[in-house]
Antibody
């Protein structure tokens, strides 16, 4: 059974950079899947941030594209999220998920990690 | 972006009831519509993918139907563990988007 676990700081200062890592266990990150980040906040509900393939190809939400980078480390079976120039509006629970192909549906999710943007 | 509108936003029902939740898309998503269940403090759990395919391990009382712009999730006989929030999500075109959620509560 594939499991995903998010990790990273729970508090980030305004204008700083949010950095999270997702560790995948029970399966290879080099498998034929995309790997995605989704966030959830009371104000905006669930929001797709972006995704990465094991080749390094990425897709990002245009609303965040200028601030987001998703990368992959196959040697550690991990993928990561960086979000720059954060504001209070970026406070949310951040989830990583595996995206099954060919339907492009996220089938396994992490438990999520709360990131608060505050000074 | 494709907007997904769920109805109702909240719903109270008894154990054993049949419940239907609707998801309408602002433009066609063909059959690329997925349903999730979320409980407090947990990540979403996939129930239905491709509008009507039951994810492995999900009880058969859950079913999905629809195509194009209108979709439904039906729970045929509510069980106590089904009280949760349900979301639809389209995986037809990026940015993938979600409905606002339907909170299902015990009456």
């Amino acid at each position: 059974q594939v499991q995903l676990q998010e990790s990273g700081p729970g508090l980030v200062k305004p204008s700083g950079t949010l950095s999270l890592t997702c560790t995948v266990s029970g399966g290879s990150i080099s498998s034929i899947n995309w790997w995605s980040w989704v966030r959830q906040s009371p104000g905006k509900g669930l929001e797709w941030i972006g995704e990465i393939f094991h080749s390094g190809s990425t897709n990002y939400n245009p609303s965040l594209k200028s601030r987001v980078t998703i990368s992959i480390d196959k040697s550690k079976n991990q993928f990561s999220l960086k979000l720059t120039s954060v504001t209070a509006a970026d406070t949310a629970v951040y989830y990583c998920a595996r995206v099954a192909l060919p339907g492009y549906y996220p089938d396994y999710w992490g438990l999520g990690t709360l990131v608060t943007v505050s000074s | 972006d494709i907007q997904l509108t769920q109805s109702p936003s909240s719903l109270s029902a008894f154990v054993g009831d049949r419940v239907t939740i609707t998801c309408r898309a602002s433009q066609t998503v063909t059959s690329h519509l997925n349903w999730y269940q979320q409980k407090p403090g947990k990540g979403p759990k996939l129930l239905i993918y491709g509008a009507s395919s039951l994810q492995g391990g999900v009880p058969s009382r859950f079913s999905g139907s629809g195509s194009g712009t209108e979709f439904t999730l039906t729970i045929s006989s509510l069980q106590p563990e089904d009280f949760a929030t349900y979301f639809c999500q389209q995986s037809y075109i990026t940015p993938y988007t979600f409905g606002q959620g339907t909170k299902l509560e015990i009456k």
